[in-house]
């Protein structure tokens, strides 16, 4: 599960083309540290702002550069998550992470007039470690709970080099992860064949657009639970909705209220899920989890501050 960093360009400085291959790296672990795209670029922003202030004799200095890059990264993010639980205590409504696009669908702005794919070195590489259920997990974890997981067990670094990033013992990190592992396990619901998400996805689309209540209640478990988040900034349910029946009604009172809305079939953290337009623009991305044949959860992004890899100008 680990995330390879990309090959190297040839730069006139020698050096240079490790230093800033490690982008894509940096913004993979990240993302999966911070749930938000945004944050993660911030964080590897400011990893590359501290390097450049060094000397060129302080970092030639320096073994390993790329270690140095993740460490320092690592030590930012950990600082965000822990004044994000703060920030996420003031937060309007449900706070989801930001959802992301399947490679094609991903728009970074335009130029001459169409809309161009982004520097690959800024996408996420979509993996299990990606999807939301995933990720809304990790938001349950303690900052050095969830710095330890994702190091080790999915970047695979080494408990030792763990510690000197956590600021703990190699024994004390095993233990965070043990732990973080344990939230994963118990939260962690049967794998579905993405075939058969999909038909479930498209089948639950179908019955939305036909407003059909009875399919949806059919296409949801008993116990099903949907979260938006509006951020405050636009309409959403400020808590969860939960029962199959009360969310297909939430939908079907959605429907009536939006008349023009126009379901669309897309990857969303790399496993299916719709993407919501309105005159063309995107503003809501929605996430599933599927057992037993069924939709367990559904996240609905609606926080046009999420939005930003899914629409064509960077707004919504």
Not at 34 to 41: C, K, P, T, V, Y
Not at 100 to 111: F, H, V
Not at 121 to 148: G, H, I, K, Q, W
């Amino acid at each position: 599960m680990s995330t390879p960093t990309e090959p190297g360009h040839d730069r006139s400085e020698p050096g240079l083309s490790a230093i800033v291959d490690e982008r894509r790296h940096l913004i993979n672990l990240a993302y999966r540290l911070l749930g938000s795209l945004a944050e993660a670029e911030d964080a590897v922003q400011e990893t590359y702002a501290r390097w450049y202030a060094m000397s060129r004799q302080q970092q030639e200095t320096i073994e390993s550069p790329g270690a140095w890059l993740t460490t320092v990264a690592s030590r930012i993010c950990l600082d965000v998550l822990g004044s994000a639980r703060v920030r996420r205590e003031r937060y309007v409504g449900e706070w989801i992470p930001e959802p992301l696009p399947d490679r094609t669908e991903w728009i970074s702005g335009r130029a001459g007039g169409r809309a161009e794919p982004a520097d690959p070195a800024d996408r996420v590489t979509l993996d299990e470690s990606v999807n939301m259920a995933f990720l809304v997990v990790l938001e349950s974890m303690t900052p050095a709970e969830r710095v330890a997981f994702i190091l080790h067990d999915v970047f695979r670094y080494p408990f030792a080099e763990v510690a000197e990033i956590v600021g703990r013992t190699p024994a004390a990190c095993r233990q965070l992860a043990s732990s973080a592992r344990r939230r994963i396990r118990a939260a962690q619901a049967p794998a579905v064949p993405t075939a058969g998400q999909a038909a479930l996805v498209r089948h639950f689309k179908e019955a939305w657009e036909a407003r059909d209540i009875a399919a949806l209640v059919d296409l949801l478990d008993p116990d099903a639970t949907m979260t938006a988040d509006g951020g405050g900034l636009v309409g959403a349910v400020l808590r969860p909705v939960e029962g199959s029946v009360r969310i297909a009604q939430y939908l079907i009172h959605i429907a009536g209220k939006a008349p023009g809305l126009t379901l669309l079939e897309r990857m969303v953290n790399g496993r299916p899920g719709l993407v919501a337009q309105y005159a063309g623009v995107t503003v809501t991305v929605a996430a599933f989890s599927l057992t037993g044949g069924r939709i367990t959860h559904i996240w609905a992004v609606r926080n046009p501050e999420k939005l930003r890899p899914w629409t064509e100008n960077g707004q919504c």
